[in-house]
């Protein structure tokens, strides 16, 4: 039909309806036929608003069965977010389709759970119309949740009391609204703009007027309680209790919950159950209010536990006959980290009559910390084909780990020179699958991912490895000069203008791209054989021996001789320089002491980037300054790669990314290492960004000085937004630690100047040096403390977790019996006064004999 198609890809609706009016129900069947080949031949084109309406009228008006329907309006093309379900229930009427409601049904249960707006409306409307019982399913409550607040096109809609209240699904779906995970997240997600407490005050209200039996909602929240969520997703149920106010009768009835969750749950929801608890004055059974008050007073939130004290410290004084027992129980919170909460248990404990035994403290000489493991071993090459297959898909799928890279490059150089057929078979799909290289990049020059993926795609496609052959010998040549070479002393060079990571890596593709084509070829000389990337001396020599007059890829070399450590190493050099190969000098000359100089350090701050126009919503969302590191090469060493020279960019300046390959490029140079990665993990401290600081525990298994930039680098990861970033933080502390290569003074002092000149919050550096302390690293902690407070004592207005690190440095100056003088302490003494800070500095104080 001529007039069918063209007002249907137009999304005509009317059109569509009046062309199916005119047929036959053989007619249809046969329309409906080339409707689906259609759809299925139209891979390019998006079905949605208009045009997905239109396609769901013809699809109603033209297929035989729900089943076909449902195959053709869930395809991914096919978007029914905005699509109008009235004129679909009109050509249903129209025809006499008795299945529109299992229709609804089969597209519910294609609605996605993370995207449960798409499609409901136009689902809903279907069920409506055919006055069907809605689906329970999770992502069609979802969705039914975030509709209480969205409809597309921002069409008028009554107020959300009125829409509850005649809703013909509220009494289906509400039970289900507190056992599906994260729905609370829907309920509050339409708040930006509105009101965030909309839902639970239209529920508590409909509860208050009987519509909704109000005993229903109150289990229902403290059954989604109970079971836990994000604490975002708990926000709106923790309103919805607090609107419903039970009363104390409802309390007492369920107590045992509220004390489960007084255990158990999460800061704020623990709080709500110890608040409802007390403020009603509920009787509960003092036996297990002891028992949860034994878990209570372990926890972290310092609010919760004060709490708990001023309530059994009640509870002793109505109850003097179980005094003794309530006051063993407070006496638990004596092992409590915050020394005012243990101050405070100790009084209430003895205000009762209980009498601990004295507590002996054992001065310890040092750290505690077991010897650290040795790097391990680098897994073995690659040597099968559907092994390296594998290792490409992973790799494809996530972040790129440089031991990974590495292994998969030596690999397609291995089996691409031996295997080739086995391997183009078996790695073109994969990569056909993902799309690499599918489009040219129109900054494919010197860009290592898409680089990479040229490599990849030239081991699987001969025609692609020849079109881009051309490509890599002009890369290069124009990186031929910078090879490692230059880094001998000699008269000033022109630096590269690129980055000096993606100059190494480009280069090194450049040239893996080209042995593709080669035969039997034995590897990379650059394969790390240690977990860090670090190489073995004796591998490279080994490697290159194996060789003999074969030619060495230059950049390859390079790679390899960066990897080496930093070591003299004169008989191994002898056997080098035997080989009578450029090469072999090349080797003999690094292990004689010709290897790459260590840069100068020197701390810098710099500032915000410049604003960019007058609609830069992000700039003042920014730092307004930040501590970096900067280094220079050694004078007269030409540094014309750049790898010695770190400049720090202002905040919020644009960087290239792939910074956590720098660990497997230089190995044995922590500290420059560590000022390239410095930017990245001042951020998850100044930005919250999420996982830049786990790279940490890497660096911490380099080798070489770490100096200023690694102090730093350990300073900002602990106070971090994100625990990951801290634990992993922790973890490289505690190595450095136990190898004996943390400066705990330096990373101590610019903890302390960093938090005193506001460029990081103090109080997330607390638990992680806790941790640190239980892990063993007492007189380490001790050290860093020491040297944080002086400038922490001195600042203006002492930073929030000032008082928590002076009580973790009593703490640790008892128990090493190491005493360090503390700069400005006997200042804050002197002032006098009841305030936390006076108090705990009066503890260390007294502990230090000041």
Sequence with gaps: MRGFWEPLVRGKVPAVQAALVELDEAARRALGDELVAHVRRRRDHWWSGRESTALAVAAVGTLSTATKAAALLGRR??????ADPEPVVETARQRGVTWLADLAYRLAERLRRNEPGEGWHFVAGLLVAEKAAPPTGDAFVAGWARAMWWRPGNRQRPPLLDRLRADPFLDVLLPRLFEVDGVGLELTAGGAGGDRQAVPQALAALAAEGRLD???????VLGRLLRGDRPTALQPFLALHDLLAPAPAEVAARSAAYLRLLADAPGPVATTAQRTLRSLDVDVELESLLDVSRAVLTRPEKALVRGQLSWLDRLARQRPDRAAEIAAVVAVAAEHPGADL?????????????????AVAVPVAGDELPPPAPPAAAPPPIAEVDELVEEVSALLGGRWPALAVERILDGLVRLATTDGDRLRAALLPVLQRQRVGAYDHMWAVFNLSVQLHWVLRAAADPADAAARRGH????LTESRPRTWRLFRRGPAVDRARRPALTQLYCARLAEIGQRLDGRDDPGLLAAPTSATGALDPAALYERLAALGDRPVWRWDLTQALLRLPAVVDEPLAARAAALGTPAGDDLASWLRGDALPAPAQQVVTVGRRDRSGSYDWGYDRLPVRRTLVATTPPEGVADQLGLLTVTPRPVGQHHSGWDDLWPAVLPGHRGLVAARLLRQIAETAQEDVREGATILPALAECTGAGG???DLALAYGLCARHEVDRVATLDALLMLAAAGDLDAPAVGGHLGALAA???VTLTRAATPLRDAVSAGARLSTWRLLAAALPPLLAAPTPPRGTPDLLTLAAETATAT????EVPGLADVVARGGGSRLVTEARRLAAELDV
């Excluded at 093309?77 to 905005?82: A, F, K, N, P, R």
């Excluded at 109000?214 to 229902?220: E, F, I, P």
């Design 77 to 82: 093309s096919v978007w029914l977010g905005d």
């Design 214 to 220: 109000r005993s229903t909602l109150l289990d229902g």
């Design 342 to 358: 243990r101050d405070r248990a100790a009084a209430i404990a003895t205000r009762h009559g209980h009498r601990p035994a004295a």
């Design 472 to 475: 890599w010998a002009s890369m």
């Design 708 to 710: 200023p930039a690694l």
């Design 757 to 759: 000149d506001g460029q």
């Design 817 to 820: 019996g190491v005493r360090i």
